[in-house]
């Protein structure tokens, strides 16, 4: 699920810790505010890396966010790290 063709799916975790994130609405609105990205500008940009990157980030910035969000979509908080770090590249 979180690899194609043996290469780590960096987007696809991306996209379901951004879901994670906006199921609470202040997780959400911290999530934006730390970020700098509106409603607008997530939508808009949300298939670019750096935009995957900064969600990765965001849940690297408060370790409990880190662990819960990985243990809600099934991975390590390491493999979340290594995606971002992906995305980054």
Request: aromatic share 4%; charged share 20%; hydrophobic share 50%.
């Amino acid at each position: 699920m979180h690899e194609t063709n043996g290469k780590l799916d960096a987007s696809g975790m991306a996209f379901q810790a951004l879901a994670w994130a906006l199921m609470e609405e202040a997780r959400a609105e911290r999530l934006l505010s730390l970020t700098g990205l509106t409603p607008e500008g997530l939508r808009s940009s949300i298939t670019e890396r750096g935009t995957q990157a900064a969600i990765l980030s965001f849940l690297e910035a408060y370790e409990p966010d880190l662990i819960a969000c990985a243990a809600v979509i099934g991975v390590s908080p390491a493999l979340l790290v290594q995606a971002r770090q992906e995305l980054e590249a």
